[in-house]
């Protein structure tokens, strides 16, 4: 899955603000993404993003 700047992303895991919807803030060898709920970020590599990815919310693929 190729994600974009601004792409929405729900996790599988809540997030423990209980938020599940996370927006890519950082693209390249490490992804960042913001938690809509809370607002924390938090830095995952490509390979640990995509195990927690359920679906995309929003964007193209
Ligand atoms: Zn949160």
Known sequence: MQLKLG???????????????????????????RCTTCGRVIMLTPDALAKRIRRLVEGTV
Do not use: F
Not at 14 to 31: F, L, M, N, Q, S
């Open 7 to 33: 792409d929405k992303i729900e996790t599988k895991k809540p997030h423990p603000c209980g938020g599940k919807i996370w927006e890519v803030v950082r693209t390249g060898a490490d992804y960042k993404i």
